[in-house]
């Protein structure tokens, strides 16, 4: 579950950065696209990452 929902916001940031980047920052669909999809895909790893230390801290 807790997957789950990293998954969903990383999605949300991703959206958002799109989003901010279509309007703001004047980019084009795709130019904006690909600013979401790099920003969810970053927002993803960074979270997995801090779970995993988190995890790992509880074990010991």
Not at 16 to 34: E, K, L
Not at 37 to 45: F, K, P, T, W
């Amino acid at each position: 579950m807790l997957v789950t929902s990293i998954g969903l916001g990383a999605g949300d940031i991703g959206f958002a950065a799109g989003i901010f980047g279509r309007i703001v920052g004047d980019q084009t669909i795709y130019q904006a696209t690909a600013t979401g999809v790099g920003v969810g895909a970053g927002a993803l790893v960074l979270s997995l990452t801090i779970v995993s230390f988190i995890r790992k801290g509880n074990e010991g």
